[in-house]
């Protein structure tokens, strides 16, 4: 189990900013249908995860600050037999405290909660801070009641967003793992590659794999993308026919991510199916240009530079290439540039895989990216990208997963 002390010191961090006689309210968030009496699989709004590192609905988290003292509560569905016989066993209070680092005795029955917040809701003299980044209604909803009389909510993800983009050694350490088990799988999956092969078949090994090793709620939706598929970025259902099907001289686009502890890893992997063909096969060429964007970007990324710099960085040296395939003129612009540059390079990364933070910031000491130069050319049929996560140091970036992108790891058969 994590260390609660981790979510403790995230409160009171996040306490330290509110203003006095203020109130933040955080919810965990409610399941979702699927369809009819069928749910999704339950995931914490993120926030409330990095203030508990609790991953149950229904939960409700109150930070209190008066007079320079802050108090904290939590409100949770008590034990019912009946219920919990349909629908699943509610955590114990006692635990609930043991992950979040809370008291025992603010852990409190959910059913009190509603006449704490018409408390809050009718004194004008207290500051009410809701979250207006999350996915949920019921903070929208509590801000138009507060408001519809003129008084005034404030947002606390203004609070949360500065505080998750610097992450502790706790996080990065977790990103670290999120890797370690995306890529284990990786390597499980790899032996599977032949002509004849579906997307579907590495799809499923893919998943199997990382849900081996403890990550059930994945980063995101694995993409396998093979040969020309590779041309829809987010090719998130898998074929078992057709474009779906390796073929002797195809390629074949990963992009994955388990989760540990919380924290994301986003890696892109690229195979090959069949030895090259001669000096001129166009994938090793591009696996050429790919993997000098990729040494660009790690020697550019570093405290004080910017995801604009780098972007214009990469679009310098794909140009400068693409123009020497004659696929674009010698005075090239960055439009014709991302005529096939697609997307931008890179992205904060954390408990969300496109994780919070303003793209026009400098990046920091602390700050984890996601990097994932890719270029996509069909004049050749082809186009890939090869994806790394890294903590961003005092003078530079460390790798937080493998980098792997040499010819012999990609070449399959």
């Known amino acids: 189990m994590v260390n609660p002390a981790i979510y403790r010191n995230n409160r009171e961090r996040f306490a330290a900013a509110l203003q006095d006689r203020s109130a933040a309210l955080l919810f965990s968030g409610e399941q979702k249908h699927m369809s ?21 609905d229904g939960l409700i988290l109150l930070i209190e600050k008066f007079d320079g003292k802050v108090s904290t509560k939590i409100y949770a569905p008590s034990h019912d037999s009946m219920k919990e016989r349909w629908h699943g066993k509610r955590m114990d209070f006692a635990d609930i405290a043991a992950i979040s680092g809370v008291d025992p005795d603010d852990i409190l029955d959910l059913e009190t909660y509603e006449e704490k917040e018409y408390e809050l809701i009718k004194n004008a003299d207290i500051n009410i801070y809701l979250d207006s980044s999350t996915v949920m209604a019921k903070p929208d909803e509590l801000r138009k009641i507060i408001e519809k009389d003129g008084r005034k909510t404030f947002d606390l993800s203004e609070i949360t967003t500065p505080l998750r983009m610097i992450k502790s050694q706790h996080e990065a350490d977790s990103i670290r793992e999120a890797a370690r088990i995306t890529e284990e799988a990786i390597e499980e999956m790899k032996t599977l590659i032949k002509p ?63 989760r540990y502890n919380g924290y994301c890893a986003d890696i892109s992997r690229v195979f090959f199916v069949g030895k090259p063909e001669g000096d001129d096969d166009r994938r090793m060429k591009l696996l050429g240009l790919i993997r000098d964007l990729r040494k660009g970007a790690f020697d550019y990324i570093a405290p004080g530079k910017t995801f604009a710099g780098l972007n214009s960085q990469m679009y310098d040296i794909a ?36 994780d919070v933070g303003p793209r026009d910031k400098e990046f920091e000491e602390g700050n984890c990216l996601a990097v994932e130069p890719g270029v996509y050319i069909p004049e050749w049929n082809i186009g890939f990208r090869i994806e790394d996560d890294l903590l961003i140091t005092e003078n530079g970036c460390q790798l937080l997963s493998s980098g792997c992108d040499s010819p012999e790891g990609i070449i399959v058969g």
């Open 36 to 56: 009819a009496d069928t749910d999704y699989r339950f995931m914490s709004d993120r926030n409330f995860f990095y203030l508990t590192g609790l991953e149950r």
């Open 196 to 258: 004849g092969v579906s997307e579907y078949e590495l799809y499923l090994k893919l998943e199997y794999e990382m849900a081996k090793r403890s990550s059930m709620n994945f980063a995101f939706e694995t993409i396998v993308s093979c040969g020309t598929n590779a041309f829809y970025l987010h090719h998130s259902d898998p074929e078992t026919d057709g474009d779906g099907i390796a073929k002797e001289g195809s390629i074949i686009q990963l992009d994955l991510g388990a």
């Open 319 to 354: 140009g400068k290439w693409l123009a020497g395939q004659g696929l674009i003129p010698d005075n090239f612009t960055v439009d014709d540039v991302k005529c096939y540059y697609w997307h931008n390079t890179s992205h904060y990364l954390g408990l969300d895989v496109h």
